[in-house]
């Protein structure tokens, strides 16, 4: 199946996902060869970049004029730099202990140090409202962070005058703060004291799919029929490899739960974001593609070792095919591991058993 060109007014949406947006990278690699090779924002018909911290700093060096191959590099230093290996005097299979011991006296696995240094090479000291006039309003960046004070999500966006003075770095990394993994980004306002934000996919828009349709649709007015989105996910672990990885659900311990836990939030979020474009925004013409890769075995978010990179490639180059292809979700199941197609029919199969209920007691009722 050839590559399905885009509508003249298009989103990027990319989940949250740490070293795993080198999958995203490479993929957009494949998008960007489709669209005549030059840069993403160069591309007239991308209205809108929406990501949750992995990707918060795709979107961040899309629109600071990077092509997707510059990230794609960027992603292997990043990951070296900010995520170092534990230390090497420890047994492999005492790792996970030596993390969750050191974690009872620390506030994070790792410091931001390395991470701002790394994103200053990137954006420097621009903020977003200088990034606005920059890309001239023409792209709406949307980068997702959690406002920890009041316990949900705020977006932090290019073009809304109220986050101008946020600075990219700052946004990214706010985005990017996973819990236990790196620490809290706190910002002094004047009118409402210290703030302080944490990583996007803490709230329900790890994937941010939905707040690019909106975008598109009510902020910016383009007719659903005018409009794609084009979402991507950094892995889906499948059923039976989940329980393998973590085991039976019925001998998890507290601990696992603690660990554990998140991972459910965080799948149902991402998926409840697909769902909700398809049922209110597909069926007004609204041209949606979800591309996620299906996986047999997790990668920590933090794991920069070179089996995870080498993995990661084969993902990244695998996805961009499937870009070329047009195999998405909603394009054949087996492209769909969330298992949306299945969710959607089920609850249109609902509703239906649900009126024809109703149809049959007013029928009753209505007999004299």
């Known amino acids: 199946m050839p590559f399905k060109p885009l509508n003249e007014n298009t989103g990027l ?12 990278a490479l993929a957009l690699e494949a998008l960007e060869q489709e669209l005549g090779g030059k840069p993403l924002i160069e591309q007239p018909q991308i209205k809108v970049l929406a990501g949750t911290s ?23 230093t990043l990951g070296q730099t900010v995520f170092p290996p ?8 005492l ?22 240094q790394e994103l200053l090479k990137v954006t420097g000291e621009i903020t977003m409202g200088e990034l606005n006039e920059r890309l001239k309003g023409r792209v709406t960046l ?35 703060a996973a819990p236990t993994v790196l620490p809290v980004v706190s910002r002094d306002q004047p009118a409402r004291g210290t703030r302080y934000y944490t990583d996007g996919g803490v709230g329900s828009y790890t994937n941010p799919a939905l707040v690019a349709a909106r975008e598109l649709t009510e902020w910016r007015g383009y007719a659903p029929s005018t409009t794609s989105v084009i979402s991507f996910g950094t892995g889906w672990v499948l059923e039976d490899a989940f329980v393998k990885s973590h085991g039976a659900p019925s001998r998890w311990k507290i601990l696992d739960w603690a660990f554990n836990a998140p991972l459910m939030i965080i799948g149902d979020g991402a998926r409840s974001q697909s769902l909700e ?11 949606f593609r979800r591309f996620q890769v299906a996986m047999d075995e997790d990668i920590g978010l933090d794991d920069a070792s070179d089996a995870a990179l080498a993995r990661l490639q084969e993902l990244g180059e695998a996805l961009g095919i499937r870009l070329q292809n047009n195999q998405h979700a909603l394009s054949d199941l087996r492209f769909d591991p969330e298992g949306l197609i299945t969710a959607v029919r089920n609850y249109e199969a609902s509703i239906a058993r649900t009126q024809a209920a109703t149809k049959a007691i007013e029928g009753v009722s209505e007999k004299p």
């Not at 795709?58 to 092509?67: D, P, V």
């Not at 997702?144 to 990219?168: A, C």
């Not at 049922?279 to 013409?285: F, P, S």
């Open 13 to 24: 949406a990319i989940d949250g996902g740490g070293i795993k947006g080198l999958i995203i």
């Open 86 to 93: 534990p230390p090497a005097w420890i047994p492999k299979n």
């Open 142 to 176: 949307i980068i997702t962070v959690v406002d920890i004070n009041e316990r949900r999500t705020h977006f932090v966006k290019s073009t809304d005058p109220q986050d101008r003075d946020w600075k990219l770095w700052q946004a990214v990394m706010a985005s990017s």
């Open 95 to 116: 790792i996970a202990l030596w993390t969750t011991i050191s974690g009872l006296f620390r506030t994070s696995r790792f410091s931001s140090d390395a991470f701002k």
């Open 54 to 76: 992995t990707g918060a700093i795709i979107g961040a060096g899309l629109c600071m004029g990077l092509k997707a191959a510059e990230i794609a590099k960027k992603y292997v």
């Open 277 to 287: 474009i398809i049922t209110n925004y597909v069926q007004r013409g609204m041209d």
